[in-house]
């Protein structure tokens, strides 16, 4: 007969197959599986110790169980964690059907990441620009004078030293937004049918731009508790395809809403550096915080120039400004002469007014009130779903950003549930939408940047509703 610790050992050797574990990640701790299968601490340890005999877990000191790395007998959980060989990227129609959503009459909408728009600064906006033309008319006839170009760079190097990161003044290059950053940087490190690492669940306008680029995307897990898996990146550096550069959303990602704790930036930059693999950082949302303090981006700590920094003020000043920066580190002059090939310079009239709201300190000002706006309304969108979601359903209340992802029961398919919401008038952006390979089907992703009203309430309790009688009448 098999002892209780075998049947352990079995059931999360089953659990690592079926990719829950991936290869590298962290196992629960030694107390968590014994209260998960109601034994003592020393079965949960001997359940351990007998599948480190048979090497499929590592220990390591102070840190715990890891699923292991490669071994003739990990090789099947690795084929499950990993896209092998990385995936040619394809997006198909669905990704431009939900972006068609924005444009469409359905009633309450929480399929896109912006806020509505009534929670940007608009009517104060419209008058700076109205005064902007009326004092500076050149500001249409002219590209940024270079002295008023170089006092906006001096601004943004003061508040990028606000969140303790240098940034040289002739090391920012605008741009349209993070999107064409991304583009640039990957233009510049890739040639088509390269590989680039993403986190998977993954935003998918990334997946759209590798598909334009003919790249191939290999999937590094990420998730709401501890963000990209750094174990699983190690392995898949070490034996997965060449990996150019990775794309890492490092604060509130896309869609989990992880926030990458300050250490593990260390470490992946520590990693990426072993590996000759260049970072492109994408902190879109980095400015919408809502404890004490602007996490740190990444960058930080780039001693060596290997960072491309992307960031924008799309997500928390005014998304149509279209407004993007990048610091390239080592590879910026290359980055600032792809630029000239795609949009050369971004309007005066824009960095104008972007230069005095930073001048008068007006953005600090309309940034906190945006963030204690979303503090609020994803608290109530969490509620609002935990109450009325299936039992089963999980959530993490993210600490910044506009999405919240809700893993809902396993069985539960979240293209369905679009179908059946939208004949009721209401988006969400579903699972699968952020992978390039077929995941996430029970999860989906909801923007709490709308302001809260008795109509979202209502959609969310319909949504749950809806999601219970799915689960009700596939069983
Ligand atoms: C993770 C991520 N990166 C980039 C973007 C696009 O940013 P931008 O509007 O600055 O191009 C988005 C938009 O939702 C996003 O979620």
Not at 217 to 246: H, K, M, N, W
Request: proline residues 6%; charged residues 20%; neutral net charge.
């Amino acid at each position: 007969m098999e002892a209780i610790y075998q049947d352990i050992a079995r059931q999360l050797a089953a659990r690592m197959d079926a990719g829950e574990f991936p290869p590298g990640s962290r196992l629960p701790s030694v107390r968590q599986l014994a209260a998960s299968h109601g034994v003592n601490s020393l079965t949960a340890l001997a359940a351990y110790r007998w599948l480190e005999q048979k090497q499929r877990v590592v220990a390591r000191p102070r840190a715990g169980f890891f699923a292991a790395l490669p071994a003739a007998s990990a090789a099947a959980a690795l084929h499950r964690a990993l896209p092998s060989p990385a995936t040619l990227v394809e997006v198909d129609s669905r990704m431009s059907q939900l972006v068609a959503l924005s444009a469409s009459d359905v009633a309450v909408q929480l399929h896109m990441a912006e806020a509505h728009h009534s929670l940007y600064p608009s009517a104060e906006l419209a008058r700076r620009l109205q005064t902007a033309l009326l004092q500076r008319p050149e500001l249409i006839g002219a590209y940024l004078p270079a002295a008023q170009h170089e006092r906006l760079c001096g601004l943004l190097q003061q508040m990028a030293a606000g969140w303790q990161m240098e940034v040289k003044a002739d090391e920012i290059l605008f741009c349209n937004g993070i999107t064409e950053g991304i583009s640039l940087a990957l233009r510049h490190l890739t040639r088509p049918g390269d590989t680039v690492a993403v986190e998977t669940p993954v935003y998918f306008g990334l997946l759209q731009t590798l598909a334009a680029l003919g790249l191939k995307a290999l999937e590094i897990p990420c998730t709401p508790d501890a963000g990209l898996s750094l174990e699983a990146l190690e392995f898949a550096l070490q034996y997965g395809p060449p990996v150019r550069c990775l794309v890492t959303v490092t604060n509130y990602q896309n869609p989990t809403g992880a926030r990458m704790p300050d250490d593990h930036k260390k470490r992946l930059l520590a990693l990426a550096r072993r590996h000759g693999v260049t970072l492109i950082e994408d902190d879109v949302f980095g400015e919408l915080y809502f404890g004490e303090a602007r996490p740190t981006p990444l960058k930080a700590w780039d001693r060596d120039g290997d960072v491309i920094y992307c960031a924008s003020f799309t997500k928390s000043l005014a998304p149509s400004f279209r407004l993007g920066w990048l610091s390239g580190g080592r590879h910026h002059a290359a980055l600032e002469r792809l630029r000239a090939s795609s949009s050369l310079v971004s309007p005066a009239l824009l960095l104008g007014t972007l230069t005095d709201l930073l001048a008068s300190g007006d953005y600090a000002r309309i940034s906190q009130r945006l963030r204690r706006q979303l503090a609020r309304q994803m608290e109530q969108v969490a509620d609002a779903v935990l109450a009325a979601f299936p039992r089963g359903t999980t959530l993490r209340r993210p600490q910044g950003g506009l999405l919240l992802w809700v893993e809902g029961p396993e069985g539960l398919d979240s293209g369905r549930l679009l179908e059946a919401a939208l004949r009721e008038s209401i988006s969400f952006a579903p699972g699968m939408l952020f992978s390039a390979e077929p995941r996430f089907r029970h999860c989906l992703r909801l923007n709490f940047g709308q302001p809260w009203d008795e109509a979202q309430r209502q959609a969310i309790v319909r949504l749950g509703e809806l999601a219970a009688e799915q689960l009700r009448t596939t069983c």
